[in-house]
């Protein structure tokens, strides 16, 4: 059983930057996977990026390449996606996932995940 609890989400303005945080609990870190996905009113789910916890492995999605970054930190068992140069197109709950499946993981599918946090707003203001 894993837990997750987001942080760090709020208003932001054009060009902007915000860190997501993501505490994770749990025994199985050694095959641990975390992404973040986001999802707007209407809209599906979408991956923004995703961490292999044990080899540090990374994805982002196309849309958010050069201007987010995840990392995790080991010690404080935490998942983060910096956030940068945000634009209106970025408003969205922001979910944290993740999964302990030993088995190749779909990056992109919301099935493939077991673990959901509660959802952080992150929201453009002009």
């Known amino acids: 059983q894993v837990h997750l609890t987001e942080s760090g989400g709020g208003l932001v303005q054009a060009g902007g930057s915000l860190r997501l945080s993501c505490a994770a609990s749990?025994?199985?870190?050694?095959?641990?996977?975390i992404a973040w996905f986001r999802q707007s009113p209407g809209k599906e789910r979408d991956v923004v990026a995703y961490?292999?916890?044990?080899?540090?492995?990374?994805y982002h999605g196309d849309s958010v390449k050069g201007r987010f970054t995840i990392s995790r930190d080991l010690d404080a068992n935490t998942a983060y996606l910096q956030m940068n140069d945000l634009k209106p197109e970025d408003t969205a709950v922001y979910y944290c996932?993740?999964?302990?499946?030993?088995?190749?993981?779909?990056?992109?599918?919301?099935?493939?995940?077991?673990?959901w946090g509660q959802g952080t707003q992150v929201t453009f203001s002009s």
């Open positions: 961490i292999n916890w044990s080899t540090g492995t990374t």
């Open positions: 749990g025994p199985t870190f050694s095959s641990l996977k």
């Open positions: 996932a993740a999964t302990t499946r030993n088995s190749t993981v779909i990056i992109a599918k919301p099935f493939s995940y077991d673990y």
